[in-house]
């Protein structure tokens, strides 16, 4: 999406359009950014981020900004216009604003490339309430997903608002929106009303995905990642990474990761633990390796979706927002190391979307041998991944190897971190493990998708399925 910088005459129309709200308290930082268009300051040496955490704090902006960008702000003034105070304040970087109709508009902060600017920065206002929300595995029983058909001209938030409930998110471009209801007796009516709405093309539940068990230290040393990038540029093959923050410091990924994209606040990184979503990241680069032979550089790259921060737990759809995020990213590939029990009409219509359009889905068959479909795994548009044991010759005895598992790989892996070695088993690894090996075949042969697919669920089935 190509995004122009707003005039200063258009951005004060939109600045004043969008401040219809009651004076804010006063920040702590020394910024106030009140509802009448003017704004006061007196800022020395502040951290960038604090002053856009005080700025999405007290304005009505989704404000996004590139990571690591590791400025200060100082200066003073008084009474300026919305509009002169931006320029004041984000004087060393550029920033664009993207009006939105129905819902709020979005500030983006960058130094180059807006489309750089893809971390969130969420008011500790608003974390403060998610955090109190407790999400478990299994169907959220207050919240729903509501789909409106296209053209429908039903506002949503007065829905929602006739219906009790609050719009918490939303995804934009496919008329998808979350409902949360004080007690699920609410929700039970509000669906009732809502199948009967004409204007409504489907309600569904949320369901609550755990964050994947962290992986053990071990007293061994993990075989080298013989991969380098390449060091023409040009386009390659992305994959899509939707799961935990990827850690860039003190892993062997760093070089191949494209900036990440957070769905759910700031990471819950660590420098003694690895993250899951850094652990799949090594396990791709290893099954592209392997894809490779000899050849030892390479233009893949990987697109981290943190759909947990710091939560243990999120839902399937942060999940699917990941995945709408990955897309619009132009991700190629999309691997997915997580599943829930229950098949979502929200994540079968995005994965639907992503895959009429020529995009590759991966998705872990889940580590309980019970034979029931595990999703999105199970989707027909999906390949499903199971592990294999450490011959290889068959099925690990805790995976999964239902009728809609299409491919396997080893269930195991190690992952360096700060000079240390991590080991985990699962079929996480496999699928990730796949996602590297269809970006190698795609990358080197130049085969579409679909034929990747083909070679995948031909060459990778699962030992006794046959091809």
């Given at each position: 999406m190509k995004i122009a910088m707003l005039t200063l005459g258009f951005l004060a129309a939109v600045i004043v359009s969008a401040a219809n709200e009651p004076n804010p308290a006063p920040s702590a930082i020394g910024l106030n950014w009140n509802a009448d268009g003017m704004a006061s300051a007196q800022l020395e040496k502040c951290p960038l981020e604090k002053v856009l955490l005080s700025l999405s704090e007290q304005s009505r902006w989704q404000v996004f900004v590139e990571p690591e960008l590791g400025l200060h702000v100082t200066t003073r003034f008084k009474n300026l216009t919305h509009a002169q105070a931006l320029r004041r304040l984000l004087s060393d970087v550029n920033f664009a604003i993207i009006p939105s109709p129905k819902a709020l508009s979005k500030l983006l902060v960058y130094k180059t490339s807006s489309e750089k600017a893809v971390v969130r920065i969420i008011p500790t206002t608003r974390l403060a309430k998610r955090n109190k929300v407790k999400i478990k595995p299994g169907k959220i029983p207050n919240e729903l997903v509501v789909t409106l058909e296209p053209d429908s001209g039903i506002d949503i938030e007065d829905l929602a608002a006739e219906l009790g409930a609050k719009v918490v998110g939303k995804i934009d471009g496919l008329d998808i929106y979350r409902l949360r209801f004080e007690n699920e007796q609410q929700a039970e009516k509000a669906q009732a009303l809502l199948e009967k709405n004409e204007g409504v093309a489907s309600v569904d539940s949320n369901y609550g995905i755990a964050r994947p068990d962290v992986l053990s230290p071990v007293g061994i040393a993990a075989p080298p990642l013989n991969l380098r990038p390449s060091s023409v540029d040009g386009d390659g093959i992305v994959i899509?990474?939707?799961?935990?923050?990827?850690?860039?410091?003190?892993?062997?990924?760093?070089?191949?990761?494209?900036?990440?994209?957070?769905?759910?606040?700031?990471?819950?990184?660590?420098?003694?633990?690895?993250?899951?979503?850094?652990?799949?990241?090594?396990?791709?680069?290893?099954?592209?390796?392997?894809?490779?032979?000899?050849?030892?550089?390479?233009?893949?790259?990987?697109?981290?979706?943190?759909?947990?921060?710091?939560?243990?737990?999120?839902?399937?759809?942060?999940?699917?927002?990941?995945?709408?995020?990955?897309?619009?990213?132009?991700?190629?590939?999309?691997?997915?190391?997580?599943?829930?029990?229950?098949?979502?009409?929200?994540?079968?219509?995005?994965?639907?979307?992503?895959?009429?359009?020529?995009?590759?889905?991966?998705?872990?068959?889940?580590?309980?041998?019970t034979g029931q479909?595990?999703?999105?795994?199970?989707?027909?548009?999906?390949?499903?991944?199971?592990?294999?044991?450490?011959?290889?010759?068959?099925?690990?005895?805790?995976?999964?190897?239902?009728?809609?598992?299409?491919?396997?790989?080893?269930?195991?892996?190690?992952?360096?971190?700060?000079?240390?070695?991590?080991?985990?088993?699962?079929?996480?690894?496999?699928?990730?493990?796949?996602?590297?090996?269809?970006?190698?075949?795609?990358?080197?042969?130049?085969?579409p998708m679909l034929e990747v697919r083909r070679l995948i669920a031909t060459e990778m089935n699962p030992p006794g399925t046959g091809p």
């Open positions: 899509g990474l939707v799961d935990s923050s990827v850690q860039r410091n003190g892993s062997q990924v760093s070089d191949f990761l494209l900036p990440e994209i957070s769905m759910a606040g700031p990471a819950a990184d660590s420098t003694d633990q690895v993250n899951h979503g850094t652990s799949m990241a090594e396990t791709i680069l290893r099954g592209l390796s392997a894809s490779l032979d000899d050849q030892q550089e390479t233009s893949v790259k990987i697109l981290p979706i943190d759909v947990y921060g710091q939560s243990e737990n999120t839902s399937t759809f942060e999940v699917a927002l990941g995945v709408q995020a990955a897309i619009e990213a132009g991700a190629d590939i999309i691997s997915l190391s997580l599943g829930s029990d229950e098949q979502n009409d929200l994540m079968r219509a995005v994965i639907q979307a992503g895959a009429s359009s020529g995009i590759l889905f991966l998705a872990a068959a889940g580590n309980e041998p479909p595990v999703y999105p795994a199970a989707q027909a548009e999906v390949i499903g991944v199971t592990a294999l044991n450490r011959s290889g010759r068959s099925v690990a005895n805790y995976a999964n190897s239902g009728s809609f598992v299409e491919a396997a790989a080893p269930g195991a892996g190690v992952t360096v971190f700060n000079n240390q070695t991590f080991y985990g088993t699962g079929t996480s690894f496999s699928t990730a493990y796949v996602a590297g090996v269809a970006a190698g075949i795609s990358s080197t042969q130049g085969l």
